[in-house]
């Protein structure tokens, strides 16, 4: 940059400040306390030298310069004859949440890529204090200077940007194809910005991500997203909410599901059931059966989408976005537990009415209530309750999809001999959700009247042994189920099968961006996915 001010003596003077190469090239003289020097070469080394050394300890470098302009000057004038002043070095001290966010990302399966128009020196120091020099296996990983990306084809940006962790000296151009790059290696690409030429890679990236703070007008309108306090630290934040989220959905759609299949099982091959008549008797009547779905399941289910965020959620890689929230883990989980469910309801209806009840089905039992269909309406209020209380129950296992019910948190879980209690309390809507839901089902089977003329069951006694024991064959075979998917690995991806070997069970991208520094604003690079940022060239 260039200024011209007058001076008191009346004369013009202009002042030269910017990249010491391109400055070295415009000056012809030094300045020395004994007055002006001529620039030789040893001069040029040694100030070449001096950069090099300020650039090595992470301070921008700028080089001064100033000259005496003739009246009459021309606009060549200016750019040359300058008398070198000397370099000044600058820091842009990190934030400290900075490196601590960054050891998060790399966790989560996120590289962080930079962007700068730093010199290499400089953008490399940083990166070094970063931790940005490395991947999560401890490879190295370059720095690029821009005029190392001149001549390259398609494959080479895609290879360079893809091995390498900071980009010096780069154009809006090379911003553009380092995106598309990285895009053409099947990565999920973000990238953040703030300035005017960064408006084309904003939008040629999966997502934009522009600073509130410090962006320009151009760079916003071209994001997908403004971030607006320009930290990363939010980002990091918003991460881990996105993938708290999913993994929320994930289990509300397992908790609904597990119960659909378990109703399924029982109530089709219910139909077998037949009275002298040779009508199927329901083992659940259709009221007994909108109570479940309407008021059991739809709480927990509630409750399970306002669960806070697991304690290895930001050590786990991304998912796979083109799998969506029905991964295969849930699909064979919620077979699993809705075949063990449905089939305790459906045993235990079969020992009441085949056992003590000895095959009595009564007359028309799914109309009304008569001493003929007594057994058959004991045996309703026991699978009633049951299944009430094995959907209840359920909510508190889908609290994880792999961590045992008894020690859900895989941080306090060391420190606690048995979490349980404090881990289900933590949800304080679940755990009420799943209590209230459980004492309600006394009412609907006691209250006269309401018991048979509108749920088709009445009180019952011996039976209610089997509702409960039934809660402990369902825990247990949960519980195995877990304990399989951990002992074998099954469904179990990057750092989840790496926990688990090292026994840390028991007995899953894009992201966003900030600014490290108080100028310096920088991306993400997930695996599956990766996020550039980028500064003001």
């Known amino acids: 940059m260039i200024t011209v001010h007058r001076t008191p003596e009346g004369g013009t003077v202009a002042y030269l400040k910017g990249g010491v190469a391109a400055v070295l090239d415009a000056c012809r003289a030094r300045l020395a306390p004994e007055g002006t020097r001529p620039l030789g070469d040893e001069d040029r080394r040694r100030v070449i030298a001096t950069n090099e050394e300020l650039a090595a300890g992470a301070l921008r470098v700028l080089a001064l310069a100033c000259r005496d302009l003739p009246d009459g000057y021309v606009e060549e004038d200016l750019a040359r004859d300058y008398d070198l002043v000397g370099l000044v070095g600058m820091i842009d001290p990190l934030r400290e949440e900075a490196r601590e966010a960054i050891a998060t990302c790399r966790g989560a399966g996120i590289r962080v890529s930079m962007i700068t128009g730093d010199q290499p020196a400089t953008a490399a120091e940083i990166a070094r204090q970063l931790g940005l020099d ?11 200077h821009a005029r190392e990306l001149e001549g390259l084809d398609e494959e080479g940006w895609a290879r360079v940007a893809a091995e390498s962790a900071v980009f010096a000296r780069v154009s809006p151009e090379h911003k553009l194809r380092i995106v598309e790059g990285l895009r053409r290696r099947g990565h999920v690409v973000a990238m953040t910005g703030d300035g005017v030429n960064d408006a084309p890679s904003l939008q040629s990236a999966d997502v934009g991500i522009a600073m509130g703070l410090t962006g320009s007008d151009v760079a916003k309108g071209a994001a997908d997203i403004v971030l607006t306090d320009d930290n990363f630290a939010s980002i990091v934040a918003a991460i881990e909410e996105g993938r708290r989220m999913f993994d929320n959905i994930q289990k509300f759609i397992l908790h609904l599901l597990t119960s659909n299949i378990a109703e399924v099982v029982l109530l089709i091959i219910g139909l077998a059931f037949q009275d002298r008549l040779g009508f199927s008797v329901f083992p659940l009547s259709p009221l007994q059966i909108l109570w479940i779905n309407m008021l059991t399941s739809s709480f927990p289910a509630f409750g399970l989408g306002r669960e806070r965020a697991a304690g290895d959620i930001m050590r786990r890689p991304p998912h796979d976005a083109k799998r969506g929230v029905f991964s295969w883990q849930v699909i064979v989980d919620m077979t699993v537990y809705g075949l063990i469910m449905g089939t305790c309801t459906l045993l235990t209806f079969v020992i009441i009415v085949y056992g003590p009840g000895r095959g009595e089905l009564g007359n028309d039992c799914n109309r009304a209530y008569s001493d003929a269909c007594d057994v058959v309406f004991r045996a309703r209020a026991a699978v009633f309750a049951e ?4 959907i209840l129950v359920s909510a508190w296992e889908f609290k994880s999809l792999r961590r045992s019910m008894f020690a859900l948190d895989p941080d306090t879980s060391k420190d606690r001999a048995f979490p349980f209690f404090k881990d289900i309390y933590d949800n304080r809507f679940l755990f009420y959700a799943v209590v209230i839901g459980a004492l309600s089902v006394f009412p609907t089977v006691y209250i006269p009247g309401l018991n048979t003329a509108v749920f088709k069951h009445k009180g019952i006694g011996w039976e209610w042994a089997l509702s409960v024991g039934a809660i402990a ?20 991806v990057g750092v989840e099968r790496e926990e688990e070997k090292l026994g840390l069970k028991q007995g899953i991208g894009w992201s966003f961006s900030k600014s490290f520094s108080r100028s310096r604003s920088m991306g993400l690079e997930s695996a599956g996915g990766v996020v550039v940022g980028a500064e003001k060239v």
Request: charged share 25%.
């Open 134 to 144: 490395r991947d999560a296996r401890g490879n190295p990983l370059k720095t690029v």
């Open 387 to 390: 299944l009430t209380w094995l």
């Open 473 to 492: 064959v369902f825990v247990a075979g949960v519980e195995a189920w877990k304990a399989c998917k951990r002992r074998f690995g099954w469904f179990a």
